[in-house]
């Protein structure tokens, strides 16, 4: 199937991989009504599908995104609505997704990354960032608190005195920074990006979903629990997947010294 182009996110199927555009490059993609509420449809579609066994957020143009299109945001204000609504209605549900759906995401970070687009990134299992890319807070630049997941997801990857650093006193850092302080997988030149990105996303769409998802809860999961309590929900995720039929194959493929093929189940 081709991409969509009726919206301002365009989307293409192909070998089990759902890649979101994020396009509305004369905009920085900003999110717009429009685009928030496209991402959320996709994503739910995309979670919801089992043709789909990867998915890959990106952006068109210089920038990945931006965060919220301030200036809707500024009539949006005036007409009395409130950022929160918002936060609810959009952003909470698709960092959800992102983090939660039975199936690996990789966010492909074409450009800077700002604002409600670098927590979306940072949702995702693994970031692959453009030589030319960078990442911001953001917030507080504006008079705003973090959302989006922020403040979950950078102090369990920099640790809390880091996360604060960059909410507080925010800046862009570079791709190379963003490597050394593990916000990033990998740094590619930045004509290089697509084609590393498919290839690691075509590897996850040919790889056991099942337990890809498993692995996904396990790791939140563990995350915000006790050791006990971690130990034994890993004990119930390796009973699911130990019972599934990719596992089986996977197990007779090993003895037969072959290569497994997973369907995802």
């Known amino acids: 199937m081709g991409p969509v182009t009726d919206t301002p996110l365009r989307t293409e199927h192909a070998d089990g991989v759902t890649t979101l555009t994020l396009a509305r490059p004369d905009a920085m993609n900003a999110f717009d009504h429009a685009l928030k509420t496209a991402l959320l449809a996709e994503l739910t579609a995309a979670a919801e599908d089992p043709a789909v066994r990867c998915v890959v957020l990106t952006g068109e143009g210089r ?63 693994l970031r692959y960032a453009a030589d030319t890319a960078g990442l911001n807070t953001a917030f507080a630049a504006i008079g705003l608190s973090c959302d989006s997941g922020a403040s979950w997801y950078l102090p369990r990857l920099l640790g809390t005195a880091k996360a604060k650093e960059l909410l507080l006193l925010p800046r862009t850092l570079s791709a190379g920074e963003c490597l050394e302080l593990g916000l990033v997988t990998e740094v590619v030149p ?11 996303a075509a590897r996850l769409a040919a790889g056991p979903t099942l337990a890809y998802g498993s692995i996904r809860r ?10 006990a309590d971690s130990l034994a929900h890993e004990a119930r995720l390796m009973d699911l997947t130990g019972r599934s039929a990719d596992h089986e194959r996977a197990v007779e493929a090993f003895l037969a010294k072959e290569k497994p093929v997973f369907y995802g189940g």
Do not use: C, W
């Open 63 to 125: 920038a990945f995104g931006v965060g919220q299109d301030l200036k809707e945001h500024v009539a949006e204000l005036r007409s009395g609505q409130r950022l929160g609504d918002t936060v609810l209605q959009h952003y909470n549900p698709i960092t959800t997704l992102l983090a939660t759906m039975d199936k690996p995401v990789v966010a492909a970070l074409n450009g800077v990354a700002a604002g409600a687009a670098a927590s979306f990134a940072l949702a995702a299992d």
């Open 190 to 200: 930045a004509a290089d990006l697509a084609a590393r990105v498919h290839e690691v």
């Open 218 to 227: 396990a790791v939140a999961y563990s995350a915000a629990h006790p050791l």
